[in-house]
């Protein structure tokens, strides 16, 4: 049974950091495509950026809307992928989710990844 666990979210005034975590555990981790996402409140839930398995060299991609802000890297040896956010602003405020993907290309459709953690919430304050 595949598991991801998100941490690492909180309150952060903008300007500040925050890194979150998700650990997982049932499949061969390395494979697979990480994705994370958000969903503000009253918002749909949107792409946030990416990583791929080792057979797309675990190429990131991200939403335009972080891009320079945010980064996404894994530790294949411990099963773990992080979002490093800096410079948050209060519009980054919402849950945010990890996903693991179908295969080894980051996609941005949440139809392309097949688990999901329970979600972290992170909100920053003006």
């Known amino acids: 049974q595949v598991q991801l666990v998100e941490s690492g979210g909180g309150l952060v005034q903008a300007g500040g950091s925050l890194r979150l975590s998700c650990a997982a555990s049932?499949?061969?981790?390395?494979?697979?495509?990480m994705g994370w996402f958000r969903q503000a409140p009253g918002k749909e839930r949107e792409f946030v950026g990416g990583i791929g398995g080792i057979a797309w060299s675990s190429s990131t991609r991200y939403a335009d809307s972080v891009k320079g802000r945010f980064t996404i890297s894994r530790d294949n040896a411990k099963n773990t992928v992080y979002l490093q956010m800096n410079s948050l602003k209060p519009e980054d405020t919402a849950v945010y989710y990890c996903?693991?993907?179908?295969?080894?290309?980051?996609?941005?459709?949440?139809?392309?990844?097949?688990?999901w953690g329970q979600g972290t919430q992170v909100t920053v304050s003006s």
């Open positions: 049932g499949r061969t981790f390395s494979i697979y495509a």
């Open positions: 996903s693991s993907g179908g295969s080894a290309v980051v996609r941005t459709a949440e139809g392309s990844y097949d688990y």
